[in-house]
Structures are given as C-alpha cells and as structure tokens.
C-alpha cells in the first residue's frame, strides 16, 4: 500500500480501473479545509503498448490545464496533473476534489433503477455542465455512469476531465485526439469512426446514459466490438417506452433527437437538452416507486409461472410490463383479433370462451393470450377472456419482450411452452372422457401393436360438449 503520492498523503485505496487506481489522499498544505481530501487518480497509461504510452502521456501533459480551467458545481474539480520522472519511469497522476458520492453505474441494472423523476433530474443537471464545459472549450468523450457520480440529494458530479479534448487547439493534431478514448457502449457514431468530434458526441453519450437509466440496458447491445460499432453507425436505437412501458411518449422524442447520428439533427447544445427535459419532468410523479415496486416484485415471485426466474429477470419482466388493474365483466382478450400481447393473471378470475361457450376459468398465477403469442405466423386470438371479478393482470408486450435481455426472452418463452404442453396434456385427458373404447394393444403389426394406424376418421364435433 503506497503512503505517499508527492506530497499528498495516500489514506486508503478508493477504486481501480484497467488503467489507473484511485486514491483518497490528503493535502498537507491546503489552506482551504473543503480541500484537505483529494482523490489522487494515478494513471497506468497505455499498458505494455509503448506507443500508445505515448501517446496518452503527451496528451498527460498538453490537456492537464483544459480540466484545471473547469469550474462548475456538477464538474469534479481538477487541481494538479502531474508527471514525475521515478527510479522506474515516469509517474504520472491527477488530483482532483474528492466527491463522497456513488457512481450512477451503480444504478443501471434492471433491478436498482432509480426512480424516473430522480432520473430526468440528474440527467437535466449534467446537461448544464456539459454545456458549461462546451462554453468552455472543452469536450469530454468519455461520459458513461462510472464517470459521473451522485451524492445523497442527487447531485451529479463529472468526473474524468482530465483527457478531454481541447476545442481550442487542431483536434486532428495527435496531441489533443487519441481513438480508443472513450468506453464502446456509450461512443456517437463520429466517434467510433474516428471522426473528428465536438460537443455533441458528449450530448449522444448522455443519451445513451439516460437511455440505460431508464431501461436498465443501453440502446445497442452486440456479441462482438465490430458487431457493436456497426450497431452504433448503421440501426436505429430501440423505443424506450417500448422497453419500459412507465416512460412517457414525449421521453421517445428527446431520446431520438439526443442519439441522432446525424450531427445536424442532434441537440445544439446542452442547454437545449436541458430544455426538453424540463418540459417532460411535469409528467413524471414525484412519488418514489421503490416501495411499490418491491411489492408488486414480491407478488410476482409467489405465483408459480415465475418459480424459474432469476431476481433479475423478474425485475426485467415488471420493467417491461403493465400492471393492470381490471373491474369485473370486462372483456380482456376478443377472439379473432390480432394481437400478440400476453399476460399473467396476479390475482382475480377469468372466464375462456370461444364461439360464445365457456372453455375453462382460470385464477392467479395462470397465463392468457400465449398462444397468439407464441404463433410464429399468425398472432390472432382463439378465443376470448373476461374477468369474473376485480383483477390485477400482468400485461407483456411482445416488441417490448423483443428489446429484453436473451436470458429473460428465452426464459419467458421456455415458461410459456412447457404451460402450453401442460395444458394440451389437460385437453387429451378431458377428451379421453367422451371418447369410445381405445383398440386393445397386442402384439404383431404395426409400429409394434396390434393397433391399425389408418387415419382415423373421428369428427370431434360430435364428441358431447364439456361441461
């Protein structure tokens, strides 16, 4: 454990990353207590490649004064970018303000979202400081969740300044671009194509943050780095309403505009980003949905049809769905319609019917509409279903299942067929009851019986009706 880092003081190990550790360290001669405690980021640049090495160091050393120029209440602080020449090399190492927040990747997975006003909040502040930092000059292509930290009221803070890019100098010039800066996921199209950048490939890497924090998934998601770029540069990103029905409408038109690939058509700056944000906050409830949404988690993992769902994927399928809750003599389903929607009965009770006879009545934990679901041609309904009684109906759409993780589509699907084996299987054991004496078996001819395989000439119209 190191005890020192020039003259900061190193009091314990903070975070480490594939290029750097950071530090919680301690100014001896700071005059200002707020700046007592520092974070102290010391960079590992370029690994084993010596030129890319380089490369960063040189970029090190030019851009240190772009973050230090930066002063704004949802930037993180820079006071030193330092090189050192060592015994083994050169050290090299950023101080920077130390923030007592967590990291918003904390909040990304399908399970711990924030709540959505909580969302377009953050996002709105970090707006303000991007554009701050455009007046600026400055460009940070590297905006993802692990760079931007929250404290307890939600304050975000913008960490990682220190290799932005400097508007003010030639960015084709080798010191102020390096490719390879910045995290997959979260690059604008210029940028995975090595274009030369400007503000707004931070304002497209905001909006695949907001799109994450909304959703729990970014909007392109690939098997292989190549297979993501060609993602990023050539198919347009997923509804997010679709992916979580919650979202309001006017959120779709923000994020398209905000995850353009066309330069022209994103967002001028961020304070027009901030703008749109703004007029859509009013239709988010402030209510924090955390409570409700645990229970509504816990009802879920009692009904049988999720036994075999991880938590995870429990937390997708509420994310992606309607929670229904539906008066008795309402009709939920038509048959004959086209629709591919399907859903799981929370609590209540339905009626099945088709040509105006009841088929069967189903209670809590039982799934409807799976077959026009499930139909790989024709999603049109069988059959209608009519609630009996006050019903809570879990209600799926098939796009939004579509733009779901692969673990949670091929789970669902599996759950659904093997519910629709059990309930063929109920359907022969019915009919069994009304159908005439089967042919003994006996040995001989066959497929190994005495039975004769001719196609059976049986009109199951004329079997009585089920009572």
Same mark, same amino acid.
């Given at each position: 454990?190191? &005890?020192?880092?020039?003259?900061?003081?190193?009091? *314990?190990?903070?975070?480490?990353?594939?290029? =750097?550790?950071?530090?919680?360290?301690?100014?001896?001669?700071?005059?200002?207590?707020?700046?007592?405690?520092?974070?102290?980021?010391?960079?590992?640049?370029?690994?084993?490649?010596?030129?890319?090495?380089?490369?960063?160091?040189?970029?090190?050393?030019?851009?240190?004064? /772009?973050?230090?120029?930066?002063?704004?209440?949802?930037?993180?602080?820079?006071?030193?970018?330092?090189?050192?020449?060592?015994?083994?090399?050169?050290?090299?190492?950023?101080?920077?303000?130390?923030?007592?927040?967590?990291?918003?990747?904390?909040?990304?997975?399908?399970?711990?979202?924030?709540?959505?006003?909580?969302?377009?909040?953050?996002?709105?502040?970090?707006?303000?400081?991007?554009?701050?930092?455009?007046?600026?000059?400055? /460009?940070?292509?590297?905006?993802?969740?692990?760079?931007?930290?929250?404290? *307890?009221?939600?304050?975000?803070?913008? +960490?990682?300044f220190g290799l932005a890019l400097n508007l003010q100098k030639d960015v084709g010039k080798e010191s102020t671009f390096v490719m390879g800066v910045g995290s997959p996921a979260y690059m604008s199209p210029e940028q995975v194509k090595d274009y030369p950048l400007n503000h707004? +490939?931070?304002?497209?890497?905001?909006?695949?943050?907001?799109?994450?924090?909304?959703?729990?998934? +970014?909007?392109?998601?690939?098997?292989?780095?190549?297979?993501?770029?060609?993602?990023?540069?050539?198919?347009?990103?997923?509804?997010?309403?679709?992916?979580?029905?919650?979202?309001?409408?006017?959120?779709?038109?923000?994020?398209?505009?905000?995850?353009?690939?066309?330069?022209?058509?994103?967002?001028?700056?961020?304070?027009?980003?901030?703008?749109?944000?703004?007029?859509?906050?009013?239709?988010?409830?402030?209510?924090d949905g955390t409570a409700r949404d645990m229970s509504r988690f816990e009802r879920l993992r009692q009904l049988p049809f999720f036994d075999g769902f991880e938590d995870v994927e429990l937390w997708e399928v509420l994310r992606i769905s309607v929670w229904r809750d539906i008066?008795?003599?309402?009709?939920?389903?038509?048959?004959?319609?086209?629709?591919?929607?399907?859903?799981?009965?929370?609590?209540?009770? /339905?009626?099945?019917?088709?040509?105006?006879?009841?088929?069967?009545?189903?209670?809590?934990?039982?799934?409807?509409?799976?077959?026009?679901?499930?139909?790989?041609?024709?999603?049109?309904? =069988?059959?209608?279903?009519?609630?009996?009684?006050?019903?809570?109906?879990?209600?799926?759409?098939?796009?939004?299942?579509?733009?779901?993780?692969? &673990?949670?589509?091929?789970?669902?699907?599996?759950?659904?067929?093997?519910?629709?084996?059990?309930?063929?299987?109920?359907?022969?054991?019915?009919?069994?009851?009304?159908?005439?004496?089967?042919?003994?078996?006996?040995?001989?001819?066959?497929?190994?019986?005495?039975?004769?395989?001719?196609?059976?000439?049986?009109?199951?119209?004329?079997?009585?009706?089920?009572?």
């Amino acid at each position: 454990m190191l &005890e020192r880092i020039g003259r900061y003081e190193i009091v *314990r190990e903070l975070g480490r990353g594939a290029t =750097s550790t950071v530090y919680l360290g301690r100014d001896p001669e700071a005059a200002d207590e707020s700046r007592r405690l520092v974070a102290i980021k010391l960079m590992r640049p370029g690994g084993d490649n010596a030129a890319l090495s380089r490369r960063l160091l040189k970029l090190f050393q030019t851009e240190g004064n /772009v973050a230090r120029r930066l002063d704004h209440a949802h930037i993180t602080r820079v006071f030193d970018a330092v090189v050192e020449e060592m015994p083994g090399g050169v050290r090299t190492y950023m101080v920077m303000e130390y923030v007592d927040g967590t990291p918003l990747d904390r909040f990304c997975a399908i399970d711990r979202l924030l709540p959505m006003h909580r969302v377009v909040g953050i996002i709105f502040k970090c707006c303000l400081a991007l554009d701050y930092a455009f007046r600026q000059g400055v /460009v940070h292509r590297d905006i993802k969740p692990a760079n931007i930290l929250i404290d *307890r009221d939600d304050n975000p803070k913008i +960490t990682d300044f220190g290799l932005a890019l400097n508007l003010q100098k030639d960015v084709g010039k080798e010191s102020t671009f390096v490719m390879g800066v910045g995290s997959p996921a979260y690059m604008s199209p210029e940028q995975v194509k090595d274009y030369p950048l400007n503000h707004k +490939t931070d304002l497209y890497s905001l909006g695949v943050v907001l799109f994450q924090l909304l959703t729990g998934r +970014t909007p392109f998601r690939a098997p292989s780095p190549a297979a993501l770029v060609y993602k990023i540069v050539n198919m347009d990103p997923p509804s997010a309403c679709a992916l979580n029905p919650a979202i309001p409408e006017a959120m779709d038109a923000i994020l398209k505009r905000a995850l353009e690939k066309d330069l022209y058509s994103r967002y001028r700056n961020g304070a027009d980003f901030a703008k749109d944000l703004s007029t859509v906050r009013y239709q988010i409830q402030e209510e924090d949905g955390t409570a409700r949404d645990m229970s509504r988690f816990e009802r879920l993992r009692q009904l049988p049809f999720f036994d075999g769902f991880e938590d995870v994927e429990l937390w997708e399928v509420l994310r992606i769905s309607v929670w229904r809750d539906i008066a008795a003599k309402v009709a939920l389903m038509q048959e004959g319609e086209s629709d591919s929607r399907f859903g799981i009965l929370v609590s209540g009770y /339905v009626e099945v019917s088709r040509e105006g006879r009841a088929i069967c009545r189903l209670g809590a934990g039982e799934v409807l509409g799976e077959m026009a679901y499930l139909h790989p041609a024709s999603p049109e309904r =069988s059959a209608s279903v009519v609630t009996l009684e006050p019903t809570i109906f879990l209600e799926v759409s098939s796009p939004a299942l579509a733009l779901a993780s692969e &673990e949670l589509v091929e789970r669902m699907r599996s759950t659904l067929m093997a519910r629709v084996v059990e309930r063929l299987r109920e359907a022969d054991r019915i009919l069994a009851r009304f159908g005439e004496k089967a042919v003994e078996q006996g040995g001989g001819q066959g497929r190994g019986s005495g039975v004769d395989y001719q196609q059976l000439d049986c009109d199951l119209e004329l079997l009585p009706p089920i009572a």
